[in-house]
């Protein structure tokens, strides 16, 4: 019977680790979200609201980061030609999510020429701003460093980066960059499992949004689809 109580003791302390592990994430992005809709009485554009948020949130949770992770031993060294393969990985990967995405776009057009519209009043420095800087760093400090660290501790590899990646995606608020972002989640996790640094998943997530400014503002073809692939099919 003791040993009976005791295995039943031990599983309600591993499901309360669960849910503790599973409420912190969803906490933190609550918290995000709910300091956007105080901003967005102040600011009336939405894209600014994002800057400002986004740099409250890369400087807390880069602290955080830092202080948490500093006394991690790290056993695999990680240099510059690692991260260059895992950037030529990441390229099909990237590619087959918007060839995708162009077609989602017709399903979901008139949420994405809203949000679309909100980033045509910003100057090109605001936009790589957001784009190049604080979005990569402080969503890969949420979703991988944060989202996927906890979840990890509660569910294992698979589930946590599943959910992160889903968490990723939906915070996106459209269908067609909902579908690459969960698409690239799935891989950042996968990057950030293999080499335990979060660094390397916003490098590969700057590097990816570098490929996405370049793709729409140039209206770059490839050697096998139209050049209509990088904008918005009407």
Same mark, same amino acid.
């Given at each position: ?17 669960? +849910?503790?592990?599973? &409420? ?9 979200? !709910? +300091? ?10 939405? @894209?600014?609201?994002? +800057?400002? @948020? ?9 602290? *955080? ?6 006394? =991690? ?6 240099? %510059? !030609?690692?991260? #260059? ?21 017709? #399903?979901? !057009? ?27 760093? =402080? ?9 996927? %660290?906890?979840?990890?501790?509660? *569910? ?24 690459? =972002? ?15 640094? #979060? *660094?390397?998943?916003? &490098?590969?997530?700057? &590097? ?9 503002? +140039? ?8 050049? *209509?692939?990088?904008?918005? @099919?009407?």
């Amino acid at each position: 019977n003791l040993s009976r109580l005791y295995r039943d003791w031990e599983r309600i302390l591993q499901m309360r680790k669960k +849910l503790l592990f599973t &409420a912190i994430p969803l906490g933190l992005v609550a918290g995000e979200l !709910a +300091l956007a809709f105080l901003l967005s009485f102040l600011i009336s554009n939405s @894209v600014y609201v994002t +800057l400002l @948020v986004d740099f409250v949130f890369a400087v807390g949770l880069g602290i *955080w980061y830092y202080k948490s992770m500093r006394q =991690t031993n790290l056993q695999r060294q990680f240099g %510059t !030609a690692r991260l #260059v393969g895992l950037i030529l990985v990441q390229c099909p990967i990237w590619l087959l999510g918007q060839i995708v995405a162009t077609y989602l776009i017709q #399903v979901n !057009a008139d949420l994405y020429a809203s949000q679309s519209e909100a980033f045509s009043d910003m100057s090109v420095f605001w936009y790589l701003m957001l784009s190049i800087c604080l979005a990569p760093i =402080t969503e890969e400090l949420i979703f991988r460093g944060f989202w996927y %660290t906890y979840m990890k501790k509660a *569910w294992g590899i698979i589930p946590a980066a599943f959910i992160s990646a889903l968490g990723f995606s939906v915070l996106h608020g459209n269908l067609p960059q909902g579908y690459v =972002t969960l698409l690239m989640g799935l891989f950042y996790a996968l990057c950030m499992e293999y080499t335990g640094r #979060v *660094w390397v998943v916003i &490098a590969l997530h700057m &590097a990816a949004n570098i490929l996405d400014g370049m793709s729409s503002l +140039l209206l770059v073809p490839t050697f096998f689809i139209e050049p *209509w692939f990088f904008v918005p @099919v009407n």
